[in-house]
């Protein structure tokens, strides 16, 4: 089945999202959407595809089957609905919303669409990770007992994406950047999201009244799992994004450096140390795992729910730092 899709938005993950819908195959990119002037001159040089100025209108005029959706993070749920409303199959970049209200919006609208929904969970599909899941599977750690995990950014990213800036607009850490650590702990534990208590605060940025730079949030999983996690826009320019991800196990330990790095280090108890270094390439991706879900294919790494429930997790740990106490879910 030939599937025809359009890019609304080419904002940081966009010309990958694009990327691995082709990679799919069989697929067929037939417009975009940018709301951006500028942006639109660039990408204009990059594709030989109608543009437009408004999703909507692109939406109606081709009529496509999938939508990739990697807009300013506050205009991502407007883009959502519009695809869902339309019956449009959907990927879009995380955090695929920033309110809990448009959160909500979206669940709806899943119930009456035929449309199926992929939230770009990069690290799912990163080599380290998955051999760390494959490890999970196996029992070689043994029952899953909390994960640590660390996630710093370097500020030039928001330095070249203004809207950023604006919590309002971008999110937040704990919404922006934890997403991918509570939507790992989840996928390794196979456990909801019980309660979480967060702190996030401005330490560096104060030229930017209310950004935050730097959040901690500690989630409790109905399963007595604990996931600390740390993320912030304080790493120094010009070094690697050194992201951590540690997990214990009643029998094994392991640990994943990402981001800049590719390495996984596996443990257990009166055996080496294991050290797994792996390459860039990523032979499966979001957008991939959404295509076969489409087409009935496996196998199926996130669905839709997947995306709801880690997005409802950081949203409500947002809501605890800014109230300053433990939220259940």
Not at 30 to 47: K, L, N
Request: charged content about 25%.
């Amino acid at each position: 089945m030939r599937l025809r899709f359009a890019a609304i938005g080419i904002h940081i993950h966009g010309p990958g999202s694009i990327q691995e819908i082709l990679a799919a195959g069989d697929t067929e990119l037939v417009g975009i959407a940018e709301s951006d002037p500028e942006r639109r001159v660039e990408v204009a040089q990059q594709y030989d595809v109608p543009l437009y100025a408004n999703h909507e209108e692109m939406l109606d005029a081709l009529r496509p089957d999938l939508a990739t959706i990697c807009n300013a993070h506050h205009e991502k749920a407007a883009a959502t609905l519009a695809c869902l409303e339309r019956n449009v199959h959907v990927l879009v970049d995380k955090p695929m919303v920033i309110e809990l209200d448009d959160l909500a919006r979206v669940e709806q609208a899943l119930e009456t669409s035929t449309s199926e929904l992929q939230m770009m969970v990069t690290e799912r599909f990163g080599p380290p990770f998955v051999h760390l899941k494959e490890l999970v599977d196996s029992g070689y750690l043994g029952e899953i007992a909390g994960c640590v995990a660390t996630r710093p950014h370097e500020f030039a990213l928001a330095e070249r994406e203004p809207w950023m800036l604006e919590e309002s607009k971008e999110g937040g850490p704990i919404v922006d950047l934890m997403i991918h650590d509570i939507d790992l702990a989840r996928w390794y534990s196979g456990a909801s999201v019980q309660s979480v208590t967060a702190h996030h605060m401005q330490r560096r940025w104060h030229e930017y009244p209310g950004f935050n730079d730097v959040a901690h949030a500690m989630f409790v999983l109905d399963s007595g799992i604990v996931a600390t996690i740390e993320a912030d826009w304080l790493t120094p320019r010009n070094t690697p994004w050194d992201c951590r991800f540690f997990l214990t196990g009643t029998e094994g330990a392991a640990e994943v450096r990402s981001l800049h790095f590719s390495d996984l280090l596996y443990w257990r108890h009166d055996e080496p140390r294991t050290h797994v270094q792996f390459g860039r390439n990523r032979p499966d991706s979001s957008g991939q795992d959404l295509v076969r879900r489409i087409r009935g294919e496996t196998p199926i790494i996130a669905t839709a729910q997947d995306a709801i429930d880690s997005t409802r997790a950081v949203l409500i740990a947002r809501e605890a730092a800014r109230k300053g106490r433990t939220i259940a879910l």
